[in-house]
């Protein structure tokens, strides 16, 4: 099985990369969306409580972090296969 360590390598790679991508979706949505708030509604303490809660921005940053570590464990995974040969 040595011969796979690329392939680990490279699904790890991927992972992180899709991991980063969402955090950083979910991000800029949060953002948009907190940002756009004071124009579209008028009653401040809606703004200032943060209600009523989007959980889609708060559901893409978790999912990125987790997408993130299982990467991050594919790729040092994949870096001691890729050694040990």
């Known amino acids: 099985m040595p011969q796979g360590g690329w392939l680990i390598i490279a699904s790890g790679g991927l992972f992180l990369l899709l991991g980063l991508g969402a955090y950083f979706w979910g991000r800029s949505e ?6 756009s708030m004071p124009a579209r509604r008028v009653d401040v303490r809606e703004y200032l409580e943060r209600l009523p809660f989007r959980p889609e921005p708060g559901a893409l940053k978790l999912g990125g972090w987790l997408l993130m570590a299982v990467g991050l464990a594919l790729l040092i995974v994949g870096g001691v296969v890729w050694l040990g040969r």
């Open 30 to 35: 949060e953002k948009a969306y907190y940002d």
